[in-house]
C-alpha cells in the first residue's frame, strides 16, 4: 500500500508539472507557409488523382488557400512551394521497392518533371513582387527529403512552419513529422488540406496530428502572424 500511494503521489507531481505556455502569437519573419504538391494530378478535374479529393477541393480548399497566401504575402510569411517530379524513365527511383508510394506513380507515369501533369496550380504561383522560394522538385514523401529545404529554412531563420497541401495522410504528415523532428515548431493548416483516404485523414488531424503540430484553421494561424492589437493602438 505504501508502494502504491508513492507512486500515485509521483503521477500526480508529474501532471502537475507547469509548462511554458504556447505561443499565441508568431513573428512573420520567422515563419514559413510550405505548400506541399499543388499540382495538376491533384488540382486539375482531369488529374488522375484528382477524385480522391475532389469532396475537399469542391468544399473550397484551393480557394481558401489561395487567401491564406495572399494575406501571409502581406503579413510577411514566407510562402515556400514544394512539388514532386521525376525523370521520364523514373531512374532516380527503385521499382523493386515493395513500398506502394513510388511504384503507384511509376504505374500511373505521373509526376514527370516538366510536363503538364506535373504543373503547379496556377492561381499561387508568386507575382512580380512577390518573394515565395520555388523549391526544385522532389523525390521523396516529405518536403524537406533531400531537398536543402531545412538548411534554407535555417539560414532564413525560420522556427516556425505551417504545412498545407496533398495530402494529410501522406506527404503533409511526412513533412509535419519530419519538421517536428528537425525541432521546428509545426502548424497544420486544416482547411488548406485534402484527404487521400477517408476516415483515416481526418481521425489523423484529430488525434494523431496533435502529436506533432498544432492544429489551425486558416483564420487561426492569420490571426497568429499579424500584428499584435495593442500594436495598432
Known amino acids: 500500500m505504501t508502494l502504491l500511494m508513492t507512486l500515485l503521489?509521483?503521477?500526480?507531481?508529474?501532471?502537475?508539472?507547469?509548462?511554458?505556455?504556447?505561443?499565441?502569437?508568431?513573428?512573420?519573419?520567422?515563419?514559413?507557409?510550405i505548400l506541399v504538391d499543388f499540382q495538376y494530378p491533384f488540382t486539375n478535374p482531369a488529374g488522375d488523382s484528382y477524385a480522391v479529393v475532389k469532396?475537399?477541393?469542391?468544399?473550397?480548399?484551393?480557394d481558401r488557400t489561395v487567401a491564406l497566401v495572399k494575406r501571409a504575402r502581406e503579413l510577411g510569411v514566407w510562402v515556400v512551394h514544394v512539388t514532386e517530379g521525376y525523370?521520364?524513365?523514373?531512374?532516380?527511383?527503385?521499382?523493386?521497392n515493395p513500398g506502394g508510394f513510388h511504384?503507384?506513380?511509376?504505374?500511373?507515369?505521373?509526376?514527370?518533371?516538366?510536363?503538364?501533369?506535373?504543373?503547379e496550380?496556377?492561381?499561387?504561383?508568386?507575382?512580380?513582387?512577390?518573394?515565395?522560394?520555388?523549391?526544385?522538385?522532389?523525390i521523396q514523401s516529405s518536403a524537406f527529403g533531400g531537398t536543402g529545404l531545412n538548411e534554407i529554412l535555417r539560414s532564413r531563420g525560420i522556427k516556425n512552419i505551417a504545412v498545407a497541401g496533398f495530402t494529410v495522410d501522406v506527404c503533409d504528415y511526412a513533412t509535419v513529422?519530419?519538421?517536428?523532428?528537425?525541432?521546428?515548431?509545426?502548424?497544420?493548416?486544416?482547411?488548406?488540406?485534402?484527404?487521400?483516404?477517408?476516415?483515416?485523414?481526418?481521425?489523423?488531424?484529430?488525434s494523431v496530428y496533435?502529436?506533432?503540430s498544432k492544429v489551425l484553421s486558416n483564420?487561426?494561424?492569420i490571426v497568429m502572424v499579424s500584428p499584435p492589437k495593442s500594436a495598432n493602438r
Not at 503521489?9 to 507557409?33: C, F, M, N, Y
Not at 511504384?103 to 504543373?119: E, M, S, V
Not at 496550380?121 to 522532389?138: C, E, F, T, V
Open 177 to 206: 513529422t519530419a519538421g517536428y523532428d528537425l525541432g521546428y515548431h509545426v502548424y497544420a493548416l486544416k482547411e488548406s488540406m485534402a484527404a487521400y483516404t477517408q476516415p483515416l485523414s481526418g481521425m489523423m488531424l484529430n
Open 9 to 33: 503521489g509521483v503521477a500526480t507531481e508529474a501532471r502537475a508539472q507547469s509548462l511554458t505556455p504556447l505561443e499565441t502569437h508568431l513573428k512573420p519573419g520567422e515563419t514559413a507557409i
Open 103 to 119: 511504384r503507384f506513380g511509376i504505374q500511373a507515369q505521373g509526376f514527370k518533371t516538366g510536363t503538364p501533369k506535373a504543373a
Open 121 to 138: 496550380y496556377p492561381p499561387l504561383a508568386p507575382g512580380p513582387n512577390d518573394k515565395d522560394l520555388i523549391m526544385a522538385p522532389r
Open 210 to 212: 496533435t502529436l506533432w
Open 55 to 62: 469532396k475537399d477541393i469542391q468544399g473550397g480548399m484551393l
Open 87 to 96: 525523370t521520364k524513365d523514373y531512374r532516380e527511383l527503385d521499382p523493386t
Open 219 to 221: 483564420d487561426d494561424f
